[in-house]
């Protein structure tokens, strides 16, 4: 079984919950307004959490990797790709907003169709930071100052990090689960997404139970 980066177990996160957006919205009956609030809370909660990963590669790691050597052509398209992504995402928030306001079928569908069309643009970005990013990230893990930076990477607190930790975990793969456990100890994993992650637990678990 390979091993993942923390990266990499983040976009797993990211692939799922679009994935599984796009199928509760397909599935989501006239009238359902209490499935139509789940749903949106889950994709705003995906929302919250993409946009903090890609605040930070933007503003604080390809400015990094520029420093090491990394090609700034590539570096510049990472971030023209997050505004790309930025721009799907928020018309998929749109249509779902709609559907959280008057929940029916054709609104429903429409949104998954936004979400459908955003998880295009979504995919492509992250196969292409993966295939062309993940290696030099690889070189640099044994570097103190790249260990240093990747602090700054982080949720800003326990809490954060807590519910982040229970968004990555939830519906996760064998793989998945393995490769976050092999860099965050499995007792820490447990005791701050069961415990810590309270906010994850209330207000986003139900959509996917």
Do not use: C
């Not at 998929?92 to 609104?107: C, D, G, L």
């Amino acid at each position: 079984m390979a091993e993942m980066s923390m990266n990499q177990i983040i976009h797993a996160a990211v692939r799922r919950d679009v994935a599984r957006t796009e199928q509760a919205l397909r599935g989501l009956r006239d009238g359902d307004a209490e499935r139509a609030r789940q749903v949106r809370a889950a994709w705003q909660n995906l929302v919250r959490e993409l946009t903090h990963h890609h605040e930070a590669e933007d503003d604080i790691l390809w400015p990094f990797l520029l420093q090491r050597g990394v090609d700034a052509d590539l570096l510049r398209q990472m971030e023209s790709e997050h505004g790309a992504m930025k721009q799907a995402l928020a018309s998929a928030s749109a249509a779902i907003e709609e559907v959280a306001a008057a929940p029916t079928s054709a609104r429903a569908t429409a949104a998954a169709d936004a979400v459908a069309s955003s998880s295009v643009v979504i995919n492509q970005h992250l196969d292409h930071e993966e295939r062309d990013v993940e290696a030099p990230l690889g070189d640099l893990e044994s570097d103190p100052e790249f260990k240093a930076l990747s602090k700054k990477l982080r949720p800003a607190s326990m809490v954060d990090a807590a519910n982040a930790l229970a968004w990555m975990d939830d519906g996760a793969g064998r793989r998945e689960r393995t490769a976050l456990r092999s860099t965050i100890p499995a007792p820490v994993v447990a005791i701050l997404t069961k415990v810590v992650a309270r906010r994850y637990r209330r207000e986003v678990a139900p959509a996917w139970r």
